[in-house]
Each structure stands twice: as C-alpha cells, then as structure tokens.
C-alpha cells in the first residue's frame, strides 16, 4: 500500500531519472523516442516552469510540525537566539552566525544563500567577518565560501581540509586553522563556540558546532527537524554513526535550539527524540522486513519470465523489502513528519541495505 492521494507515482520517478541518464545521447541524436532494454519506449519531456498548475507535482500536505516561519520577500530569514548568535535560513538551507566585539563568526555559506548572506549579517552588524567555519565539505552548504573577505581566517576539521584540497576548488577556500578532535573559539577567555568531530556519519569530517551560552547546536544533513531524513539517511557514510547521533547529542549537549542546515525551522531536543524514535522504528521494521521476504519465493515468480538473468530477480527482491516497509510505516508517520511521501522509501532502502551490509 502506498500513501493514498497524493501519490507520486514511482513509474514517473523512474522516468525522470532514465531521462537524466539518457538525456545526453536523447540531444546528440535529436531523437524523441528512446529505447532502453526490453524494448520498452520512453518519450523524453522536461519540467514545465511556466504551467505553475500542473498537478503531477503535488505533494502530501506538509504536517504542522513539518511547518516553519514565513520566508519573505528577501529571501531569508534572520532570528536572533541570544547573545550575538543569529540563525539564517531560506526555508531549504539554514545555518548560523555569530556576531562579537573582534567581527563576525560565520559559518557555513550556502550557494542558495549566496550572497544575501552579507546582506543579512549587515543587518544587525556593520563588524566584517573575522572567521569562518566549515560544518563539512559539501558544496551545497559551503559552496559560497570564498565570498568572506581575504583576511578572514577559515577553521575546518582535518578531513573536511583533506578534502578541501582535494577538491580543489576556489569558491571553498582552504583552511588556516584545523583541528582533530576538538577547538574552541574564545572571547575574552570565555568559549563562545565549541567545535566537536564526533566521527564519520553523514560525511567524514562533519562536526558539532556548539554554541555553550545560547545552548544551540548545529550539525549538518542528519538530524531533520519536522521532516524525514533525505534520501538515504540523509546519504550518510556511515549509517551506524547516523543512527548514533540522536543519542550522542542528547548525551553530550544541552541543546535548546537544534540548526540542521536544511528545511523549514529551528529544531528542539523533542525533534532529535522524534527522529530517533523514527529511525529505530525504520531499523526494526526493516529487520522484520528481512525476515518475511525470501529471495527464493521471488525467485521462483521473477526467474521463469527472466531467464539467466540474476539482476532481475535481485532487484525484485530489494525493491519488495522496500515496499513492505515503506506501507508498514507511512501511514504511521505521515502526518507527524514531512516528507514521508517523498523520502520514506528511499530511507528503507537504505537502512535495508545497511541491515544487509554492514
Ligand atoms: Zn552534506
């Protein structure tokens, strides 16, 4: 069972991704038509922008929890969380920023932010930005790095510098500072800010950002306030450290207000239980899953059609695990999380594969 209206029907994700695989030779031939294996025919179309009423693309409502402030025109919002600490989001990336007597503290810098980021700091601080801080590597958080001025000092963890400089690229400056396990920004000899590594989980490198006096804490892409995680816990490196997390942050923080980087509002402690008890739930469902379904009953439905062809009866076997799980849990968590309709089924997937895996 599937989550009843509104369904985004599976055959059209599907599509959509054998269109952005097969795009390039769809444009080199000037075709219409492709053909992929079966002899099955799949017509090539793109996203209508300007058809703001097509239906196709309507979601499960968002559920109340799900729901944060209005974004307005600007773009962004700014919120003050006390003593010089200012949250910044655009309703789908969030982070935060400091601002003290010496500058500004800033941290992460989203390309979908850009440079409305300066915009909003200089909304409460004609101070320049003195230092930045990089939460991981990914470029969709940090992408608009190098738009801080020259002298301002970058921190990074060592493996988030590791692949900095692997990565090469201008707009995420290298950093001047790295650390292993922990550093501290002080004023005045007092910590302002607490930066922890507590091992890989979404990406090696990825680091608590703690702020001790507001008691808010910031941790990029594994803790989603309100929503599901996104697709594939949240494509996590390391799933058991993913897992972990909900419990290491309750452990070590005291934590009022919860930045995840992404998605619509600021977080609680009650968000990172909810997320725990969602992702234990996940894990013992998709344990149970394992056990009703054997590979040998689809094999015996999906070989006789598909002879000699092992991926097939494979990719039956895992798509059915993910189907029971995602109708064992749906209708559980979809008015509590946002999301479920989107990112559920690909979240089983991922935890089954782990469950399998790891
Ligand atoms: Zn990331």
Known sequence: ???QNPVFPMFFILFLCSVSILASTALAQQQTNITIGNNESFTPSTISLADSSNTQFNYYPVPGNASGPPVPEKGYVVEHL??????L???VYNTMFMVTEGGVIAIDAPP????KYLQAISEVTDKPVRYFIYSHTHKDHVGSAHIFPDNATYIAQEETANQLSLANDSSRPLPDITFTDKYEIRVDNEPVLELDYPGVTHEAGNIYIYAPKQKAL???DVIYPGWVPFDGLGGSENVTGFMDTPDEITNNYNVDKFIGGHLTRIGSVEDIKAQKEFILDLKSTAQQVIKNVSFADIAKVVGPSN???PWAITNSYLDEMTNQCTDELADKWK???GGVDIFLDDNCAAML???RLD
């Not at 006390?82 to 949250?87: I, R, S």
């Not at 979908?112 to 440079?115: E, H, R, V």
């Open 112 to 115: 979908a932010i850009g440079d």
């Open 307 to 309: 002879p000699g062809n």
């Open 218 to 220: 910031m941790f990029v």
């Open 335 to 337: 008015n509590r999380l």
């Open 353 to 355: 594969k782990s469950l």
């Open 82 to 87: 006390g003593d010089g600490l200012y949250f």
């Open 1 to 3: 069972m599937k989550l």
């Open 89 to 91: 989001g655009n309703g």
